[in-house]
T-cell receptor
């Protein structure tokens, strides 16, 4: 399984765009990149998944360069409610054995 | 449409006891996975059930066992509880082993 590396924590002000970068140097050809968000005392919530280039949904964008050795989760105009832990995962696109790291703790303030 | 529901929400046990946690998957989902999340850590995969069989297993001892019922609900059993088993136990469901996973809010287990 590809190991992921992401910053332990990030701080942002409300209304700013936040970009969280994840490194996955050993990603395999059939691996997808998935991001989850987790609030205290809740289970992780799926944000976005991609394989290459750019994926966008109503919540976030995911940028994946051609070599796929890293990816960036972009959260536009964050609010206080976006304060959470964000996990970057590399997986085969199935629900099997998802490997979570320690995630990035995002703190949004006024 | 109910999401993934888990019961109980909190549980306190003593060392050596046994515990059973329950999970009902999201409507339309047939695959259930269980994860253990220690404080300050990411969730760790325990096992996955599909068609009432254990399909995948993480690095957890045999004290951790499970079951999936015909209605796709699932149970996680932990025998001979250790202090280190104290954690948030998360259930996640999906359709046909695919993504994304939908997680419940978890059961907070405290072993004293």
């Amino acid at each position: 399984l590809a190991k992921t590396t992401q910053p332990i924590s990030m701080d942002s002000y409300e209304g700013q765009e936040v970009n969280i970068t994840c490194s996955h140097n050993n990603i395999a050809t059939n691996d997808y990149i998935t991001w989850y968000q987790q609030f205290p005392s809740q289970g992780p919530r799926f944000i976005i998944q991609g394989y290459k280039t750019k994926v966008t949904n109503e919540v976030a964008s995911l940028f994946i360069p051609a070599d796929r050795k890293s990816s960036t989760l972009s959260l536009p105009r964050v609010s206080l409610s976006d304060t959470a832990v964000y996990y970057c995962l590399v997986n085969t696109g199935t629900a099997s054995k998802l490997t979570f790291g320690t995630g990035t703790r995002l703190q949004v303030t006024l | 449409d109910a999401g993934v529901t888990q019961s109980p929400t909190h549980l306190i046990k003593t060392r050596g006891q046994q515990v059973t946690l329950r999970c009902s998957p999201k409507s339309g989902h047939d695959t259930v996975s269980w994860y253990q999340q220690a404080l300050g850590q990411g969730p760790q995969f325990i096992f996955q059930y599909y068609e009432e069989e254990e399909r995948q297993r993480g690095n957890f001892p045999d004290r951790f066992s499970g079951h999936q019922f015909p209605n796709y609900s699932s149970e996680l059993n932990v025998n001979a509880l250790l202090l280190g088993d104290s954690a948030l136990y998360l259930c996640a469901s999906s359709f046909f082993e695919g993504l994304p996973l939908f997680f419940g809010s978890g059961t907070q287990l405290s072993v004293l």
